[in-house]
């Protein structure tokens, strides 16, 4: 159980919907809301369509984080380059490409390549997982502190095609000390799709939900 300080703190709390107001996901402008007969309602700032909640935005986030994380298995069992020289031919995962490094001394470039190709997208993952759960469980455990954990998976996503760019990386630096053809293999292909996956799996998240809680739950109440 939650301490009646942590029940005093949420009551004080004024968010947009308690008071009325609608804000906009795009540019965050808090307006307010139109006549229930108007069918749509348009940011005055920049022009987004402005709903109170995103419609059905817990299904849609589940639907792509699910097809994300069965993308990230293949992802990271699959070959993401194949390597042909006259030496023969061989294939690399991410995890390969990782030892690869570590083995020839390039501790920081594999350092890099670990925590963008793999450490990332996985707490990604977990991080709007849990994000889901807390929300569809109306949990109001630090509204705010789930918040900020989301606004930087948000803010993260900007730069997922980095993670792209760190297997563009490998291929280009592997073994490049005899003539060889490297090519992308199937996991690069899932490892790409992760990507983008996971970026229009926080962008469908409504981060409003975790505030309804705070609005509905009765002043003094403690919360579980």
Same mark, same amino acid.
């Given at each position: 159980?939650?301490? %009646? ?11 947009? =919907?308690?008071?009325? #107001? ?7 402008? /808090? ?6 007969? @108007? ?11 402005? +709903?109170?909640?995103? %419609? ?15 993308? !990230? ?5 699959? *070959?993401?380059? +194949?390597?042909? &020289? ?13 030892? #690869? ?6 501790? *920081?470039?594999?350092? /890099?390549?670990?925590?963008? &190709?793999?450490? @990332? ?28 954990? !989301? ?8 730069? =997922? ?7 563009? #990386? ?24 992760? @990507? /983008? #996956? ?8 409504? %981060? ?5 809680? /705070?609005?509905?739950? %009765? =002043?003094?109440?403690? +919360?579980?």
């Amino acid at each position: 159980m939650s301490t %009646p300080s942590l029940s005093r703190d949420l009551a004080a709390v004024r968010t947009a =919907s308690g008071e009325h #107001l609608v804000s906009c996901h795009a540019c965050g402008l /808090v307006q307010q809301p139109l006549a229930h007969t @108007v069918e749509k309602q348009h940011c005055t700032r920049c022009d987004a369509v402005v +709903h109170r909640r995103n %419609p059905d935005a817990i299904a849609r986030t589940w639907a792509l984080l699910i097809s994300a994380a069965i993308f !990230y298995i293949p992802a990271n069992l699959f *070959p993401i380059m +194949h390597t042909a &020289s006259i030496l023969g031919s061989e294939d690399d995962t991410i995890m390969s490409g990782v030892a #690869l490094f570590w083995n020839d001394g390039d501790i *920081p470039l594999a350092a /890099v390549i670990f925590i963008a &190709s793999i450490l @990332v997208p996985m707490l990604k993952l977990l991080s709007i997982g849990f994000l889901l759960i807390t929300v569809q469980r109306r949990s109001n455990w630090q509204p705010r502190q789930r918040t900020t954990l !989301y606004r930087i998976v948000e803010g993260i996503g900007r730069w =997922s095609m980095l993670d792209v760019f760190v297997i563009t #990386l490998t291929v280009a630096l592997v073994r490049f000390n005899t003539l060889a053809v490297i090519t992308a293999g199937p996991g690069a292909l899932a490892f790409a799709s992760v @990507v /983008v #996956l996971t970026m229009l799996a926080s962008m469908q998240f409504d %981060p409003r939900l975790i505030w309804d809680t /705070v609005d509905t739950e %009765p =002043s003094g109440k403690e +919360h579980d």
